[in-house]
């Protein structure tokens, strides 16, 4: 009988193969935005730098 409860409980927790891709999607999409952000940075800093060495 507790198995049948554990089985009941796992299938309510399951993520459908749509919802599952939409996760994927939007998790893809955070990282994509980070790492553009990161690049903006880093290209902010090296041109601070190159105008500090070229004064």
Do not use: P, T
């Amino acid at each position: 009988m507790i198995k049948k409860n554990q089985n009941n409980i796992s299938k309510e927790n399951e993520i459908s193969g749509n919802d599952l891709n939409l996760h994927f999607s939007e998790i893809c999409k955070l990282i994509r935005n980070a790492k553009e952000r990161a690049y903006h940075a880093v290209n902010f800093e090296l041109i601070d730098l190159y105008w500090q060495v070229g004064e």
